[in-house]
Nanobody, 121 residues
Framework: QVQLVESGGGLVQAGGSLRLSCEAS????????MGWYRQAPGKQRDLVAT???????NYEDSVKGRFTIFRDNAKNTVYLQMNNLKPEDTAVYYC???????????????WGRGTQVTVSS
């Protein structure tokens, strides 16, 4: 019913940039918060950045000043612009969206399947 698909990951050298995209599709009435988590091998999933429906943002300390989260509500898409990438940013990046569907007032969180970001030294 609701699907999130990430794209834009890849291999980049330290200091380079990538832009991740995540589009939500399906029978969506509205999307509240959206954001990105990442998970490195052997580690738990960690928050990277969040954005509210009105555009308020929050970032994990290690990415402040380097990453920018933004969204296009008309496209149900959230982006993560990643600049000055470091090897420690290497992880699978997952997007999420807090979705209200037409059939219910209940808001549920949906996740993409992830996109790999690898930053070489």
């Amino acid at each position: 019913q609701v699907q999130l698909v990430e794209s834009g990951g890849g291999l980049v050298q330290a200091g380079g940039s990538l832009r991740l995209s995540c589009e939500a599709s399906g029978r969506i009435f509205s999307i509240n918060g959206m954001g990105w988590y990442r998970q490195a091998p052997g580690k738990q999933r960690d928050l990277v950045a969040t954005i509210t429906s009105t555009g308020s943002t929050n970032y994990e300390d290690s990415v402040k000043g380097r990453f920018t989260i933004f969204r296009d509500n008309a496209k149900n898409t959230v982006y993560l612009q990643m600049n000055n990438l470091k090897p420690e940013d290497t992880a699978v990046y997952y997007c999420y969206a807090e979705v209200q569907r037409y059939t219910t007032i209940r808001v549920t969180t949906h996740w993409g399947r992830g996109t790999q970001v690898t930053v070489s030294s």
